[in-house]
């Protein structure tokens, strides 16, 4: 119905940067906030960055000042520009979109992707 494709995940080295992406496609009527979630392992999912139609955005404490979040509405599409990355990053991103597929069912559904690891060395 709905799909969501990360892209971009990799192993870098501490310092450096790398940018995300995740396209959504499939029965779209409306999008409405993108988010970007990561977790590591033992640890739960967490909030990194969200964005709104308007691209308003907000951020994880651990995040701001490092990463950027940027959408395309036209494309369905939302970024994550990852900079300044510490070895503490490292984990499985996933990308989050509320989706409203049809204009006569006004609901807003969660969908995912299927996540993109980033490793951070040191």
């Known amino acids: 119905q709905v799909q969501l494709v990360e892209s971009g995940g990799g192993l870098v080295q501490a310092g450096g940067s790398l940018r995300l992406s995740c396209a959504a496609s499939?029965?779209?009527?409306?999008?409405?906030?993108m988010v970007w979630y990561r977790q590591s392992p033992g640890k739960q999912r967490e909030v990194v960055a969200s964005i709104t139609p308007l691209k308003s955005a907000n951020f994880a404490d651990s995040v701001k000042g490092r990463f950027t979040i940027s959408r395309d509405n036209a494309r369905n599409t939302v970024y994550l520009q990852m900079n300044s990355l510490k070895p503490e990053d490292t984990a499985v991103y996933y990308c989050n979109a509320l989706v409203r597929v049809t204009y006569i069912d006004r609901t807003y559904r969660p969908f995912w992707g299927q996540g993109t690891q980033v490793t951070v060395s040191s």
């Open positions: 499939g029965r779209i009527f409306d999008i409405s906030d």
